[in-house]
């Protein structure tokens, strides 16, 4: 009486008995391409986790930006990109584009922008925050 043999396969940390049906045979072509095509899928992969981080960056650099704008906008009593404060008898008008030129913070300035300020609204003298 003979022993028959077994064969194994390891799936994940398990092993499971191959039946005598389901051993399959490769050329080393087949090997190679299948070998590639998990590499190709391996980089696609990396490449969309990498754009995802990308993306997060982008989206928090995004917030971080917002946050900068609304503190500079609080620090100088702004309720808005477009709204102007008044000096206290109502004379002078000034909005935050001119303030961030006075200032010379330049940063803030393209925030603004970007935020949606418009880069023609004029003060009390009929400046534009360009000319100021």
């Given at each position: 009486?003979?022993?028959?043999?077994?064969?194994?396969?390891?799936?994940?940390?398990?092993?499971?008995?191959?039946?005598?049906?389901?051993?399959?045979?490769?050329?080393?072509?087949?090997?190679?391409?299948?070998?590639?095509?998990k590499?190709?899928?391996?980089?696609?992969?990396?490449?969309?986790?990498?754009k995802?981080?990308?993306?997060?960056?982008?989206?928090?650099?995004?917030?971080?930006?917002?946050?900068?704008?609304?503190?500079?906008?609080?620090?100088?009593?702004?309720?808005?990109?477009?709204?102007?404060?008044?000096?206290?008898?109502?004379?002078?008008?000034?909005?935050?584009?001119?303030?961030?030129?006075?200032?010379?913070?330049?940063?803030?300035?393209?925030?603004?922008?970007?935020?949606?300020?418009?880069?023609?609204?004029?003060?009390?003298?009929?400046?534009?925050?360009?000319?100021?």
């Open positions: 009486m003979t022993c028959p043999t077994f064969q194994w396969e390891q799936v994940g940390g398990r092993c499971r008995l191959v039946e005598p049906g389901d051993v399959v045979s490769l050329t080393s072509e087949q090997i190679q391409e299948a070998m590639h095509q590499e190709v899928k391996k980089r696609q992969m990396e490449m969309e986790e990498l995802r981080l990308r993306e997060r960056k982008k989206r928090k650099r995004g917030q971080e930006e917002m946050l900068d704008m609304m503190k500079f906008l609080e620090l100088h009593k702004f309720t808005g990109v477009n709204t102007p404060r008044y000096s206290c008898f109502g004379f002078k008008r000034t909005y935050p584009l001119h303030v961030a030129i006075q200032e010379g913070n330049f940063r803030i300035y393209k925030l603004l922008l970007k935020f949606g300020a418009d880069s023609e609204l004029k003060d009390h003298c009929g400046r534009v925050a360009y000319s100021v």
